[in-house]
């Protein structure tokens, strides 16, 4: 027995980079964890590949567009005709147009609204629906995985001499989707429904090596994290060892934001 026993939870975006590690550690707690992902073949090819890798069946897989009620009602439907609840909702998915990524004077009026609406829109879509169905049930847990750069401005020097920056759309996001987080944990009192936002720092890609010696500089131990270094602080949120933890921001960052 895991600390999730049996726990029912959805992942959004779970088919990706960070959401399939966070499916890894919600089954090899022994929860139910449930990749909701809009790319169906994608998500799919997942749940067969970490049901396999992990020798478990409490991997499934829905279709889900975090910008569309219809998607996320048919989502909760499923999962609640299939398992017969939800413990807990993470909000993970990030949509994002194709110019999504421009420097800031580069960025298109249309672009920003059109990125805002798509991501921190669709985890409020999300979170709304999902909140009515926990209210419903008596219980619900939210987790919204936000960015260092929700809490801090950016470091822009460490990209110095590299293509790569901190979108505009991004920082406004990830801030937004911190005070979000409060707004509902507030907003939800008395109907036990609980509201937290993870906040990583950087997450190794494949990242330009200058960069991430710039990157590491500004840390205290280990620098740059690899994805599955977020999974302590998720179970933690998830499980009932943060029972009275509500509205708050956890940094996991190896001490770059200080």
Same mark, same amino acid.
């Given at each position: 027995?895991?600390?999730?026993?049996?726990?029912?939870?959805?992942?959004?975006?779970?088919?990706?980079?960070?959401?399939?590690?966070?499916?890894?550690?919600?089954?090899?707690?022994?929860?139910?964890?449930?990749?909701?992902?809009?790319?169906?073949?994608?998500?799919?090819?997942?749940?067969?590949?970490?049901?396999?890798?992990?020798?478990?069946?409490?991997?499934?897989?829905?279709?889900?567009?975090?910008?569309?009620?219809?998607?996320?009602?048919?989502?909760?439907?499923?999962?609640?005709?299939?398992?017969?609840?939800?413990?807990?909702?993470?909000?993970?998915?990030?949509?994002?147009?194709?110019?999504?990524?421009?420097?800031?004077?580069?960025?298109?009026?249309?672009?920003?609204?059109?990125?805002?609406?798509?991501?921190?829109?669709?985890?409020? *879509?999300?979170?709304?629906?999902?909140?009515?169905?926990? %209210?419903?049930?008596? #219980?619900? &847990?939210?987790? @919204? $995985?936000?960015?260092?750069?929700?809490?801090?401005?950016?470091?822009?020097?460490?990209?110095?001499?590299?293509?790569?920056?901190?979108?505009?759309?991004?920082?406004?996001?990830?801030?937004?989707?911190?005070?979000?987080?409060?707004?509902?944990?507030?907003?939800?009192?008395?109907?036990?429904?609980?509201?937290?936002?993870?906040?990583?720092?950087?997450?190794?890609?494949?990242?330009?090596?200058?960069?991430?010696?710039?990157?590491?500089?500004?840390?205290?131990?280990?620098?740059?994290?690899?994805?599955?270094? *977020?999974?302590?602080?998720?179970?933690?949120?998830?499980? %009932?060892?943060?029972? #009275?933890? &509500?509205?708050? @921001? $956890?940094?996991?960052?190896?001490?770059?934001?200080?």
């Amino acid at each position: 027995m895991g600390m999730l026993n049996n726990h029912v939870v959805v992942i959004t975006g779970g088919a990706g980079l960070i959401g399939q590690e966070f499916i890894r550690a919600v089954a090899n707690q022994s929860g139910v964890a449930i990749i909701a992902d809009i790319n169906s073949e994608l998500g799919n090819f997942v749940k067969m590949n970490l049901r396999k890798e992990l020798k478990t069946e409490k991997i499934d897989f829905v279709q889900m567009d975090i910008t569309s009620k219809e998607s996320v009602l048919n989502s909760i439907k499923y999962i609640d005709e299939k398992y017969g609840k939800i413990d807990s909702l993470v909000n993970n998915a990030y949509p994002r147009n194709k110019n999504y990524g421009k420097h800031f004077f580069d960025v298109d009026y249309g672009d920003f609204s059109q990125n805002i609406s798509l991501n921190l829109g669709g985890y409020f *879509l999300t979170s709304q629906q999902y909140a009515k169905y926990f %209210e419903e049930q008596g #219980y619900g &847990n939210i987790i @919204n $995985i936000s960015s260092i750069y929700g809490a801090i401005a950016p470091k822009f020097d460490i990209y110095e001499g590299t293509p790569m920056t901190v979108p505009v759309e991004y920082a406004v996001i990830k801030s937004g989707l911190i005070h979000l987080t409060k707004y509902m944990a507030k907003y939800f009192k008395g109907k036990n429904i609980r509201v937290n936002t993870l906040s990583p720092g950087g997450i190794f890609d494949a990242q330009p090596e200058q960069f991430l010696n710039s990157y590491n500089n500004n840390c205290l131990t280990k620098g740059m994290l690899d994805k599955a270094d *977020l999974n302590g602080t998720l179970l933690y949120l998830l499980s %009932e060892l943060s029972e #009275y933890v &509500n509205g708050q @921001n $956890i940094i996991v960052d190896d001490g770059f934001c200080l």
